[in-house]
């Protein structure tokens, strides 16, 4: 493939997921058929509580991806709806297993799960769900695809346990954070986008080029998720603001302004991470030492390097609508305020 570096969009209108949504609609339409249909069950709890989170309002951004990528490469089959499906299974399954670990109280802007329903169900309906997107790769048969989305399934589990293990220490490195969020995150980006080319039967190089581009998505959109949690500018994101600070996560703009502040500066950050800071006034403080530092907009400014690596990396493909949608995706996940 031969490629040109596509440059982000220059200033003027704000970048929108409305050209990404007008060219998955019809895709989307099957795949929110599938999604339906596949999670009922005899049980009626089943259905209850994963419709609680799967018509909870959220972006799908993952199973559009699927569909974008089949669009990008000219695939006119169906196989990527059922994929797609499996795809948004296996993300809600491990949210809902992050809200109990997490112990949450908000998802996209109402009662978690585990608030409504319990710690108990809800984890029990997360391993239904999985089980659902692997009922879906297997009717695929294609081994590929079913190592790609196995595969990244493991990194995710791994990811999520390595950002356990990280919470509450105050030296994670930036490094490790970026590691952290390229599993837990990435990896299933990643893997949406890449069986799009599987199912194509593209080339290797094809393959290798949309898996580039969603794993660089996926951490500009998880460094701006990050970000948003202690921008003071940013519209309710949908989940408790300051949630990352009372957990202890150490997310980029905590790390960068850490590693900026002064000695008293650094003396709160410890105690807050550690947990003994962790009320309304030390989450006033934390949002001021990080505008302090300019952390929030160092942060997205990283954002804005995974995605232009993003655009670069479907700049083999054809200009045209899929490109054009798929790289103002990549723009709208660095600008979006939520």
Not at 221 to 243: H, P, T
């Amino acid at each position: 493939m031969s490629a040109d570096v596509v440059p982000l969009r220059p200033k003027g209108g704000p970048p929108s997921l409305d050209p990404m949504l007008s060219l998955t609609a019809s895709g989307m339409n099957s795949v929110n058929a599938v999604i339906l249909e596949r999670m009922q069950s005899k049980i009626p709890l089943i259905p209850a509580l994963a419709g609680h989170l799967i018509s909870g309002g959220g972006k799908r951004l993952r199973p559009m991806l699927t569909i974008a990528g089949a669009e990008l490469c000219g695939y006119e089959g169906s196989r990527h709806h059922k994929l797609a499906a499996a795809v948004e299974f296996i993300h809600t399954a491990t949210l809902l297993h992050d809200d109990v670990v997490d112990g949450s109280e908000l998802r996209r802007g109402k009662e978690a799960a585990n608030i409504v329903f319990g710690n108990p169900a809800t984890v029990l309906v997360g391993d239904f769900l999985f089980s659902r997107a692997f009922e879906l790769m297997v009717e695929d048969g294609s081994l590929k695809v079913l190592k790609i989305l196995s595969s990244a399934s493991a990194v995710i589990a791994e990811g999520e346990v390595d950002q356990l293990v990280a919470q509450r220490e105050i030296e994670t490195s930036e490094e490790r954070y970026l590691s952290i969020i390229g599993a837990k995150t990435a990896a299933l980006f990643a893997a949406a986008t890449r069986i799009a080319a599987v199912v194509a039967e593209r080339s290797e190089a094809e393959e290798r080029a949309l898996d580039e581009y969603g794993r660089n998505l996926g951490i500009a959109f998880q460094l701006v998720d990050d970000a948003i949690d202690y921008d003071s500018e940013a519209a309710e994101s949908g989940k408790g603001r300051g949630d990352d600070f009372r957990e202890g996560k150490m997310t980029l703009p905590v790390i960068l302004a850490y590693a900026r502040g002064t000695p008293d500066e650094r003396k709160f950050w410890e105690d807050a991470i550690a947990g003994f800071c962790t009320e309304d006034e030390d989450l006033a403080r934390a949002v001021e030492l990080i505008n302090r530092h300019d952390a929030v907009s160092a942060t997205r400014e990283r954002a804005r390097h995974f995605a232009q690596r993003a655009i670069d990396a479907i700049a083999g493909f054809p200009a045209g609508a899929a490109r054009s949608a798929m790289a103002q995706a990549a723009e709208f996940a660095v600008a979006r305020r939520y």
